[in-house]
């Protein structure tokens, strides 16, 4: 079956392997009452090394009444196998978020040579949430993609400083593919799919840049770049809406 895309410049390439992202895993991949937290190109187990170096991720739980959480990151087995595993509390939690300043970094692999301050805003919509609150901003988030469920077709609004984003390239990685699809966001900061199968779709996007110079630790850095990811879970039910 073939997606639909709204969006500017769409595009289906291999997923690099030098691609990092923070991701919060919910539903059939994670145990009863936990989420899984992967660092890596895809939503799957990665180095351990590297999963040591978002282990200070400040995670949120949000329940569909509005009220929050502090969640906490115990390095544990699973860690030693390349993922974490976080206890949610009991009850009923419909949205996870999270953000890392994760340090300097420059992407030699992709001939570029402007070190910058690299942040991850993360964010899962679990199984449990309801339309309205898996559309909702929140105010905390300095980056954040809203996903937006309607006459079957999932729209997709990135925001930074809590305004609209056009012309980014939004990156999906569809449950069950190898590739990825990319594409560019609308004038009002999105760009919609109609989701060919079930599964968690995992997103990510470059959301804004700040040219801002420093020092973080004894590095320095030209500018700050922010990424935020995505996952939620598409049922057959909404499919069929």
């Known amino acids: 079956m073939r997606h639909l895309f709204a969006g500017f410049l769409l595009v289906i390439i291999p997923l690099s392997t030098s691609a990092h992202f923070i991701w919060i895993v919910p539903g059939p991949n994670a145990p009863p009452q936990k989420v899984m937290v992967y660092f890596g190109d895809r939503l799957q187990p990665d180095k351990p090394e590297l999963l040591k170096t978002v282990a200070h991720t400040s995670l949120s739980a949000h329940r569909s009444n509005g009220k929050a959480a502090d969640l906490k990151i115990v390095p544990s087995r699973s860690s030693k196998e390349?993922?974490?595993e976080v206890s949610l509390p009991k009850q009923d939690i419909s949205i996870v978020t999270g953000h890392c300043k994760w340090g300097v970094h420059t992407l030699k692999e992709l001939g570029e040579s402007t070190p910058f301050l690299l942040h991850y805003h993360v964010k899962a919509v679990l199984k449990s949430a309801e339309k309205e609150s898996a559309g909702k901003s929140f105010?905390?988030?300095?980056?954040e993609i809203i996903p937006i469920f309607k006459e079957g077709m999932l729209h997709l609004r990135?925001?930074?400083?809590?305004?609209?984003?056009?012309?980014?390239?939004?990156t999906i990685l569809v449950p069950g593919q190898k590739k990825i699809l990319s594409y560019r966001t609308r004038r009002n900061g999105e760009c919609r799919i109609k989701p060919s199968r079930s599964g968690i779709y995992a997103i990510w996007v470059l959301a804004g840049v700040e040219k801002t110079s420093g020092k973080h630790g004894e590095k320095s850095y030209e500018e700050i770049r922010h990424y935020a990811t995505l996952t939620v879970a598409v049922?057959?039910?909404?499919?069929?809406k």
């Open 158 to 170: 990135v925001l930074f400083n809590g305004k609209p984003v056009s012309k980014v390239r939004v």
């Open 82 to 84: 390349g993922h974490y």
């Open 139 to 143: 105010p905390g988030m300095k980056a």
């Open 235 to 240: 049922s057959q039910k909404r499919e069929s």
